[in-house]
């Protein structure tokens, strides 16, 4: 199973793809919505975690885009905020599975995204 990350914190996203890697996951990490697009050219996924909130660009866009070039990724948002927690997300985005806190270990976000990569 092939899992894009896109966070712009690169400690924390390198703490992610470490702990999907030792799960037998083959990741990619993209520090910004630049990097990840073109790597969503060039490549499928099976899960994208996506920071909500980049600095350098736009979440929805990235989850929008990705939607249209691999609609069956399945995108996982991470946040610090709460702005979104009505749920109005999953209206948006089609393929968009959860919303949640960066503080979620990274062990319980790698169980999340390996049912989300095996579910069909």
Known sequence: ???LIVEEKLELGTLWKRHL?????DVTLAT?????TEI??????????????LEHG???ALADYASFRQPDAQVVFVTNTSFFSD?????????????????TPPADL?????YYAESP
């Open 1 to 3: 199973m092939r899992i």
């Open 21 to 25: 890697e030792r799960a037998g996951c």
């Open 32 to 36: 910004g919505q630049d990097a990840a």
């Open 40 to 53: 969503l050219n060039a490549g499928t996924f099976s899960v994208i975690i996506l920071d909500l909130v």
């Open 58 to 60: 736009s979440a929805l």
């Open 87 to 103: 749920g109005t997300l999953f209206q948006h985005i089609p393929n968009l599975r959860a919303v949640v806190k960066r503080e």
């Open 110 to 114: 790698t169980e999340m995204v390996r």
